[in-house]
């Protein structure tokens, strides 16, 4: 047993929303606020025509914003109709999920820490990763509980990460490992341990999103036992699309 598609959307927008959401017809347009193309992208969430989807990239490009969209499971209709005008596909992405308690394990003492909001340490080695300001801001609009975590190793700091909480589903977020600390099992160790914090909070799912190419990482969470449970991709204009 696993979680649906639609479930573990609904936790990914839960936990790393975006600034701003308005409609357009059966459109959702989301303001990201330099987030990211996962908190950017827009969704459609009714019935799709010709017309609706002009008036959607209509309205995107008077913001001065590239059409972006999301295709989850469902729209292929979109998909077809976004390559059709010379969309690219871009960033293909994976869900994985598992039961809480087939991941969670208790950490050592004083070798994972949690915070919130986070330390000038966690800042700048996920600055040093690219995730700087506006994907901290975007951590900070989820709703609690959330939290910030980074692991200790030889006395200094790993990795960093971020878990939120939709309801019964932990979704991790930002997960980076210091260069030097990598191939050593600190991300598995890290993820059990915030597997662990969710579980605390209510948690019984523990769920992520990767894109596809991130071959490392998705090793990683197979070998914790998680499944693959559906993903996602996105359609961007061409850049010279007036």
Sequence with gaps: MTLSPARLHA?????????????????????????GKRVSASMLDGKLSEEALAAAEATLRARGARPLFMIREGDEALDAAL???????????????????AIAETPRPSSLFQCWPPLALQRQIWRDAGIGPERLAVMARAPEPRTAFIARFQNRAAGVGFCALD??????????????FRRQGV??????????WARAQGAAWFALAV?????????????????E?????YREAPEDTP
């Design 211 to 227: 894109t596809r190419r991130n071959i490392a990482a998705r090793g990683l969470y197979s070998g914790l036992g998680m499944e």
């Design 11 to 35: 936790a990914l927008e839960a936990t790393w929303p975006p600034a701003a959401r308005a409609a357009c017809g059966p459109f959702t347009l989301r303001d990201g606020a330099g987030g």
């Design 229 to 233: 449970a559906g993903g996602y991709h």
């Design 83 to 101: 390559d059709a005008r010379g969309y690219a596909p871009v960033d293909p992405t994976v869900f994985y999920a598992a039961p809480i308690d």
């Design 187 to 196: 991300a598995r160790y890290m993820v059990r341990g915030m597997a662990d």
């Design 167 to 180: 309801e019964e589903v932990a979704m991790l977020h930002a997960l980076e490992i210091e260069p030097s």
